[in-house]
């Protein structure tokens, strides 16, 4: 017999009656308690229940509840109220608890590299729908078939997605399914277990003598007056990975499941719903063969464990047959179950014994099964090897401790696994030390929450590794809203968090980086750069390299800890210094795939940047600011004092005073820097004119920026002139103008000559600075100088964020790791990487796992109320249109449709319905370009009132600019342009670019829709030549177009398919062709039942499905007509030799010649990031190409 590969639990939530969450349903366990409800009769009737059924004689006021189990957290999935309304709650419960699973497991879907696969099942639905929902709605929303595909379709899954239906088994099959698709490597991570809500209204329940329901609300499994058990809610998930892919990834192992089995137990027992004791023992027999044990080597099963007086004896009779096969001994085995604490939770019940299991195995802790006082004498279980577990204690014994959990369904599938403790973890311990926390929601409020939770879990368990806990968070799936915390320790994490912090929305797509000057170079300041950023580190020593070299300069004691200070007092070391230290940050910012939006120095400030954007090499740009400094140093000496004012203040005060010879060296907000000749500063100096200002003398003995600096500027006026130089990569901002720097002007000698002699516009281009598009600005030097500068400014917003990427010199480590904290919390996600010591292997810890919203939502859709009037007449019916498809009681002027869970087929029936009522035709693809109520209720206004006749196509226009031929890109099957517009985004400016999508019509022959378009065409562009495009039934109709303008005369120069092409012979009816019937024969079958992607599409927009039957049906008549044009197609997911074949077949159908191109993605991915990039770049390079030739010809 071939022993099963191990599995590891690496994950696992659950809510069960008493026990919202896992931590508290262990706490449950170990206590004792039962979470059972009492029930008061207003509480019943209160929760719909029945009178008449209250006053029966057998009615049992008990049942096992969850907390919240109809409220739903519907905007985390992005569904709309409506939508969330019709799905059955114990699949949104299921929904919710695997989001937690996979973040106790630290696995993140959306970065995890394998397929994740999911099994589970749940309990026949009782639950009413929250509103009125149509049939189709109904069907799957409630349709327990869909609970695995919806939680695949959610959460991104591409792995298995099974639902199992198996009665009381079902979550213990789907765990033994689950494990043996890893073993299959059918997935790498898997997901099983099972759910039970009770519908609204069965508050407590009848007991009847001789059933399976306890008289009194208490399950007394293995006891002398066991009567039954109790029906309960719950959900239980546990996550699986193969062992040795667990150990190799460092998961955290919680038990490893060394075998399983199910089997049924056929037509040998007394009933088609009675245990049989012949199949349970060949299914436990079964499975601890594939697990390699011996039963004398299990020290606990937890049992199905119903409490039945029959139930319970045929259940131990055959654990004991197979525990004894080999030996007579008595009272090695505890046994329990948790039946006892909860109640029978149905298809979540053998889920939440294995989860039991893996718990008391994880803290070797047997706990105990409740309300046994004396056995069933029908046990015998004296006899046996069994000793029912009535107390907490510890799990004495050897390492490799080992559990049974049983699982039995009515109808005979059984489930039994076989579970050991798991293995110890070799990796080496890891280190404490200052940490960041990171944590993310996909809302506000829920970040409030996850900061609470979590400040509580440290507070109450101190004992948690700082860096397990931030390899636990870092690992977790990221959201929009974040926040980060620096503590040494899981006490100051605690504090920290508890107290209330701000979230963090913004994103790094327009940041500028701003270099600080002369003079905040002090020891400690690239220390703990140097220490903690490899990437600055490597750049550093690079440089340091460089300058020691070339220059004999040590620049070690920038990142040393107890370096002499007298060092930074020194002219060329500061300025050389300086550089080095912005460079290397930028340096790291660049590996982070942080790029800048532009770029802003102070004096020697501007270096770094220029070297960073590429004017100059690396060991040019060393030796251009070794020489500047070197040459400053060598002029007459200086003195330069900052003041607390504006510049033309200053001026004021120096005018007519004999100051001539000073200058304002750096003219900033608020503030200037004045320099000048030594003898002339300390008259100022000394004297009043600058009595009741801020004055700080400047510890530099030079006068930069002003005239002193003449022979310096030349001398680097002919370095420059000598250096080879290239464009700059990144914008930068002129010290000398103040505006955004001409790359030529850069590249020049005179601009640094007169950067070195002038003043720095500082006030100037901060203004320039802050007026671009730019709103997050990092310093990359140490202190906060320039940020400072920026925030004086009259440009600056509330909205506008600052990141110091050192702080201050004695923040340290600190520093670091905040601005690394900063940058991730606005979207930096490579920045994780930075977070772990080198070396270092955290393990994952049990943390607060996703807080949901508990609200119990009310779905009822109340007629809508506009909030911000829009006075126009449709307003109404596009009112109850809008509220009706998303469910939403009330619609503000500023609304997003796709805030509020639409999605885009959603728009198209949204569309088309205001067409129906109100005669106005709104493209989708225009809607989507500002999806707001207001805007729609404007265009609905407009097109109503539009004199004249209605087109049958409406045309969008994506891009009007552009050198290439306009391309006209005609509908798809659902008959909206909208799928081409991540396309027109990524050709924009390249060629003006058209989306056609028609208007019912009734027509039913490609031939009369396609004249439609033909109409359209020659509206939109009198003249060719035209280039016509569509993607899959669209490729068709843009073939037949072309035919239709090419008879009245027009130039049509190419025909393009996206993964969409005629198919047969020339001249043929599509329907003899058996290429057609393969590829479109399976989408009619999808369409019509409702199967695969297109079936999910079509149940969740009924209209979708006419459309795909109407196109499907005009298309089966269709004869390819010849066409005078080139054709390009665009095949997803092709090969070279399925592309020849291609090119072969359509080669008869195109005057012009026929090229096929491979490109990445599928069907119905290739219009969608990531793979429309590469399918613009490789249309636009045929179309080029092929315009190119025709205008040499």
């Known amino acids: 017999m071939n022993r099963q590969e191990p599995v590891a639990v690496v994950g696992m939530a659950c809510r069960y009656p008493g026990a919202p969450d896992l931590g508290r349903f262990w706490s449950l366990l170990r206590g004792g308690t039962e979470g059972i409800s009492r029930l008061d009769a207003d509480e019943i009737l209160a929760a719909g229940g029945d009178p008449e059924l209250m006053r029966h004689p057998g009615f049992v006021p008990a049942m096992g509840l969850l907390t919240g189990a109809r409220g739903f957290d519907w905007t985390y999935f992005g569904y709309s109220r409506a939508e969330a309304a019709s799905i059955d709650p114990q699949q949104r419960v299921f ?44 069907y799957i929303g409630l349709g327990p078939d869909f609970l695995a595909t919806r939680v695949a379709y959610k959460l991104g899954l591409r792995g298995p997605a099974v639902t199992v239906q198996t009665a009381c088994s079902t979550s213990l ?89 199910i089997n049924n137990d056929g037509a040998e027992k007394m009933g088609y719903t009675a245990p049989s004791v012949d199949g349970q023992s060949e299914l436990i027999r079964y499975a601890q063969q594939v697990a390699g044990v011996d039963p004398r080597d299990i020290g606990y099963v937890e049992a199905h464990g119903t409490g039945t007086r029959i139930g319970d004896p045929i259940e131990v009779q055959a654990l004991t047959d197979v525990f004894q096969a080999d030996t007579d001994a008595t009272g090695w085995c505890r046994l329990g179950a948790v039946k006892s604490n909860i109640g029978h939770t149905g298809s979540a019940a053998g889920v939440a014994g294995l989860i039991k299991a893996v718990l008391m195995l994880r803290h070797r802790e047997l706990v105990p099964s409740l309300h046994f006082t004396r056995p069933n004498p029908l046990l015998e279980l004296e006899t046996t090897p069994f000793v029912v577990s009535t107390r907490a204690e510890p799990w004495t014994g050897r390492d490799g401790r080992l559990a049974g959990v049983s699982s039995f369904g009515v109808g005979g599938t059984n489930a039994h696994v076989i579970l050991e403790e798991a293995p110890t973890r070799t990796a080496p311990p890891a280190r404490g030390g200052r940490r960041v926390l990171t944590l993310s929601a996909a809302a506000p409020e829920a970040l409030g929450r996850m900061r609470a939770n979590l400040a509580e879990h440290l507070r109450t368990t101190p004992d948690l590794n700082l860096s397990e806990v931030t390899a636990t968070l870092t690992s977790r799936r990221v959201y929009r809203h974040r926040q980060t915390v620096v503590a040494d320790d899981t006490v100051e994490a605690a504090t920290l968090l508890a107290a209330p912090g701000a979230s963090v929305p913004g994103t790094l797509d327009k940041v500028a980086f701003v270099f600080p000057g002369h003079g905040l170079l002090t020891y400690p300041a690239g220390a703990a750069a140097h220490r903690l950023l490899p990437g600055f580190r490597d750049a550093f020593d690079e440089i340091r390299d460089l300058v020691g070299e070339r220059h004999g300069l040590d620049l070690s004691p920038i990142v040393t800890e107890d370096a002499d200070p ?29 790029r800048p939006g532009a770029m802003l120095g102070n004096s020697i400030g501007e270096y770094a940047p220029a070297a960073l954007a590429g004017l100059w090499t690396l060991p040019d740009a060393v030796d251009l600011v070794h020489l500047r400094a070197s040459a400053m140093l060598a002029t007459r000496p200086g003195r330069m004092a900052a003041v607390g004012a504006g510049a033309d203040e200053i001026t004021d005060r120096l005018a007519d005073k004999g100051f001539s010879e000073l200058s304002l060296a750096v003219r900033g907000p608020g503030r200037v820097v004045v320099s000048g000749p030594e003898a002339v500063m300390t008259r100022l100096l000394d004297g009043d004119l600058l009595t009741g200002l801020d004055v700080r003398v400047l510890d530099i003995p030079r006068a930069f920026h002003s005239t002193l600096m003449n022979p310096a500027a030349d001398e680097l006026a002919e370095a420059v002139a000598a250096t080879p130089n290239a464009a700059p990569r990144f914008r930068l901002v002129s010290n000398t103008s103040g505006d955004w720097a001409e790359p030529e002007a850069l590249r020049g000698p005179g601009y640094w000559a007169g950067q070195l002699r002038s003043p720095v516009l500082l006030e100037e281009c901060a203004g320039t600075l802050l007026g671009s598009e730019c709103d997050t600005f990092l310093e990359l030097g140490p202190g906060t100088s320039m940020l400072a500068t920026l925030r004086r400014h009259a440009g600056w917003k509330a909205g506008h964020g600052t990141v110091p990427l050192l702080g201050r010199a004695e923040d340290g480590d600190r520093g670091v790791l905040r601005a690394l904290g900063s940058l991730w919390e606005r979207g930096a996600d490579a920045v994780v990487g930075l977070l772990e010591e080198p070396g270092e292997e955290p393990g994952i810890c049990s ?335 045929a179309l080029a190409g092929a315009e190119r030739m025709d205008h040499v010809g």
Request: charged content about 25%.
């Open 95 to 138: 929904l919710e608890c695997v989001v937690a699973a996979l973040d106790d497991a630290a696995v993140d879907p959306t970065r995890f590299p394998g397929w994740i696969g999911v099994y589970g099942g749940a309990d026949q639905v009782t639950a009413e729908p929250d509103g009125e929902l149509g049939e189709l709605a109904r």
């Open 173 to 261: 099959t789907a765990v033994h399914m689950a494990a043996a698709s890893l073993r299959g490597d059918e997935c790498d991570v898997a997901l099983a277990g099972g759910v039970a809500v009770i519908g609204n209204g069965e508050r407590g329940y009848l007991h009847e003598p001789g059933g399976i329901l306890s008289p009194d609300g208490h399950c007394r499994a293995f006891d002398e007056q066991a009567g039954g058990t109790v029906p309960s809610e719950g959900v239980g998930v546990v996550v699986l990975k193969r062992l040795s892919d667990a150990r190799r990834d460092g998961d955290r192992v919680l038990a490893v499941i060394r075998g399983s089995a």
């Open 566 to 594: 007298a060092w930074f007092s020194q002219l060329v070391p500061h300025q050389v210094g300086s550089f080095a230290l912005g460079y290397a940050l930028g340096r790291q910012l660049l590996e982070l795939g942080i």
């Open 847 to 1181: 943390l607060p796992t996703y807080p949901f919203s508990d609200e119990e939502p009310d779905f009822t859709v109340v007629p809508p109320s506009l909030k911000s009037t829009v006075d126009i007449p449709e307003k109404s019916t596009v009112e109850r249109l809008w509220c009706a498809a998303l469910g939403v009681p009330t619609v503000d002027v500023a609304d997003d449709f796709y805030a509020f869970g639409g999605e885009s087929l959603m728009a198209v029936n949204l569309m088309s319905k205001i067409r129906e009522r109100t005669g106005a035709s709104v493209p989708v693809a225009e809607f989507d370009q500002e999806p707001t109520f207001g805007r729609l209720a404007r265009l609905v206004e407009e097109r109503a009132a539009e004199p004249g006749p209605r087109h049958a196509v409406d045309v969008v226009t994506f891009h009007e600019e552009g050198p290439g031929r306009p391309l006209l890109l005609i509908a798809d099957s659902a008959g909206s342009a909208l799928s081409y517009r991540a396309l027109a985004e990524e050709l924009a400016g390249s060629r003006p670019v058209h989306g056609l999508e028609i208007v019912s019509t009734g027509e039913k022959g490609i031939d009369t829709i396609a004249a439609h378009y033909v109409e359209a065409v020659l509206r939109t562009r009198p003249d060719g030549p035209y280039v016509l495009g569509g993607w899959s039934f669209g490729a068709v109709l843009a073939h037949e177009v072309a035919r239709q303008l090419t008879r009245r005369g027009a130039d049509v120069d190419t025909v393009i398919g996206l993964d969409g092409f005629v198919q047969g012979r020339r001249d043929l009816p599509m329907a003899v062709d058996p290429d057609f019937l393969m590829s479109h024969g399976r989408t009619l079958v999808d369409a019509a039942f409702g199967f695969g992607a297109i079936g999910r599409e079509v149940r969740r927009n009924p209209a979708l499905r006419t459309q795909l039957l109407d196109k499907a049906r005009a298309l089966v008549p269709y004869r390819p007509p010849f066409v005078p044009a080139r054709a390009l197609v665009f095949r997803a997911g092709s090969d070279r030799r399925g592309a020849a074949r291609l090119r072969a077949r359509l080669a008869p159908l195109y005057g012009g010649g026929v090229q096929v191109f491979t490109t990445p993605g599928d069907h119905w991915s290739l219009l969608t990031q990531p793979h429309v990039g590469a399918l613009a770049r490789e249309l636009n390079g």
